[in-house]
């Protein structure tokens, strides 16, 4: 094996050296996406190959084939930015195209997604295809990725293949899988799931502006009596959203370490 050297790393976009060769040389970096990546259990940072800032871990599972559709592997705080993604995905069988339904860019007519990822690129705006690698195959940083299929919209991952990183596919293995098919079908559950109680939540929203717009016209009105006036105070006090209600009582509540969840036994 060749001797281990820091990469070399060049001025511009992250992604300009997406087509690099993987270094062999590692540098703590961005806390992994899945539970159990992270140096030390209460750790902010994960190894990361300096090239690619690919998790070292992740790297390894993808070498392997392990492809991964399990959200409960990822991290607690990830699982519902992972819903929300393939919430905008048509999924459908693993042999058909999986097209994003998402935002579309109308300048550049190509598929967005919005997450600001520090650490690992200065971008706002993400192709919905490498953040479905970061779903599946694992945290493989800002590698490239090319379908098997030629469809820019599919987000499918068995369609997906990592580049420069040494993955191993295996079609047939992945169609006859049973775990795959159980964890599929898990998404799309969880998937239902999280539309629901998205619909819940806005009308909530709703519901609670329409109160605040009647509060806010029996406030102003000058015509309004002062009994209502004091009604409508005391009944926000006692909802907990009044104004003066707004601090945090105990800030250094905020200050507790996050669990990484590093006694988890998933192999990925």
Same mark, same amino acid.
């Given at each position: &094996?060749?001797?281990?050297?820091?990469?070399?790393? /060049?001025?511009? +976009?992250?992604?300009? #050296? !997406? $087509?690099? *060769?993987?270094?062999?040389?590692?540098?703590?970096?961005?806390l992994c996406l899945y539970a159990g990546h992270s140096i030390g259990r209460f750790s902010s940072h994960s190894m990361r190959f300096d090239s690619h800032q690919a998790c070292v871990r992740c790297v390894a599972a993808a070498r392997e084939g392990r492809l991964s559709l399990d959200i409960n592997r990822l991290l607690k705080r990830e699982r519902k930015r992972a819903l929300k993604f393939w919430s905008q995905v048509d999924i459908r069988n693993p042999d058909e195209c999986w097209n994003w339904e998402g935002c579309i860019n109308? !300048?550049?007519?190509?598929? *967005?997604?919005? @997450? !600001? #990822? +520090?650490?690992?690129?200065?971008?706002?705006?993400? +192709?919905?295809? !490498? /953040?479905? &690698? @970061?779903?599946?195959w694992g945290d493989l940083g800002f590698a490239g990725v090319k379908t098997t299929?030629?469809?820019?919209?599919?987000? $499918?991952?068995? +369609?997906?293949?990592?580049?420069?990183?040494? /993955?191993?596919v295996d079609d047939d293995s992945y169609a006859d899988s049973f775990e795959l098919q159980c964890q599929l079908h898990t998404l799309? *559950? *969880?998937?239902?799931?999280?539309n629901v109680e998205l619909a819940i939540e806005q009308q909530a929203k709703m519901i609670d502006q329409q109160e605040l717009d009647e509060r806010s016209n029996l406030t102003f009105a000058p015509d309004s009596h002062f009994a209502d006036r004091i009604d409508a105070v005391i009944?926000?006090?006692?909802?907990? #959203?009044?104004?003066?209600?707004s601090n945090i009582i105990n800030p250094d509540s905020l200050k507790n370490p996050t669990d990484n969840e590093e006694n988890s036994t998933d192999d990925y």
């Open positions: &094996m060749a001797e281990a050297k820091p990469n070399k790393k /060049v001025g511009g +976009h992250t992604y300009g #050296r !997406r $087509n690099l *060769q993987l270094s062999n040389t590692a540098e703590e970096g961005e109308k !300048r550049t007519d190509q598929p *967005q997604f919005s @997450w !600001r #990822r +520090h650490g690992i690129s200065s971008s706002t705006q993400h +192709h919905p295809q !490498r /953040v479905a &690698m @970061w779903f599946s299929c030629g469809n820019k919209y599919c987000c $499918n991952p068995f +369609h997906l293949i990592p580049q420069n990183i040494g /993955v191993f799309k *559950q *969880q998937i239902a799931e999280y009944g926000d006090m006692l909802a907990g #959203r009044h104004s003066s209600q």
